[in-house]
């Protein structure tokens, strides 16, 4: 069973600018998180989806950032524009449906704000 | 809300030696409880979780965790330490009332000295 996809790995940006990462978690998985974990800290959950929908987004810094997961599948993570303190490693994971289940991650995209 | 203490951030161990992390949680319902391990630009994987049942939880690679409700603790705990086990290693307690949200600690690094 293939795990959860991200791209790109790594990413280097100035400040203001905008990037984008994708992640495609494991097949039949209905729900999907983006975490940023800052760099000594733990993963902090960003925003969660169950299939296309958001369950929550309580902690997305809306000014700048969004997410999308159009068709219930894969889902893209956007900062427009970058801040320094956006420096972080974006994971993705994903979970299935039923009750309290492992979530799986992906390897992360490391975010480098310069 | 919910929240995770790892009160150790970097333990250095021998190895061959026991090692046992730290981690106390606050949450207003029974938790549910994981443990993560995050090895240099990798995701986390997943070591051990907690539901209900049986306070001693036996896990991955060798490891086991005890939750002890009065304590409000959920241990980490292994034997004997391989070179292989330095790495990160993240508490976290998922709230099923808030779709299986999971909140992190700080996590603790371990060393192992040859």
């Known amino acids: 069973e293939a795990g959860v996809a991200q791209s790109p790995r790594y990413k280097i940006i100035e400040k203001r600018q905008s990037v984008a990462f994708w992640c495609n978690p494991i097949?039949?998985?209905?729900?999907l998180y983006w975490y940023q974990q800052i760099l000594g800290q733990g993963p902090k959950l960003l925003i969660q989806?169950?299939?296309?929908?958001?369950?929550?987004d309580s902690q997305l810094p809306k000014d700048r950032f969004s997410a999308e997961r159009l068709k219930g599948v894969d889902s893209t993570l956007k900062i427009q524009p970058a801040k320094l303190e956006d420096s972080a490693v974006y994971l993705c994971a994903s979970s299935s449906l039923a009750g309290i289940n492992e979530q799986f991650f992906g390897p992360g995209t490391r975010l480098t704000v310069l | 809300a919910q929240s995770v203490t790892q009160p150790d951030i970097h333990i250095t161990v021998s190895e061959g030696a026991s090692l046992e992390l730290r981690c106390n949680y606050s949450y207003g319902a029974t938790p549910y409880l994981f443990w993560y391990v995050q090895s240099p630009g990798q995701g986390l994987q997943l070591l051990l979780k907690y539901f209900s049942g049986d306070t001693l939880v036996q896990g991955i690679k060798g490891f086991e965790a005890e939750f002890k409700r009065s304590q409000s603790s959920f241990n980490l705990r292994k034997p004997s330490v391989h070179w292989s086990d330095a790495a990160e290693y993240f508490c976290?307690?998922?709230?099923?009332?808030?779709?299986?949200?999971?909140?992190f600690g700080g996590g603790t690094r371990v060393l192992v000295k040859p």
């Open positions: 097949s039949g998985h209905a729900t």
């Open positions: 976290a307690v998922g709230a099923p009332a808030a779709g299986n949200k999971l909140t």
């Open positions: 989806f169950q299939n296309n929908g958001v369950v929550d």
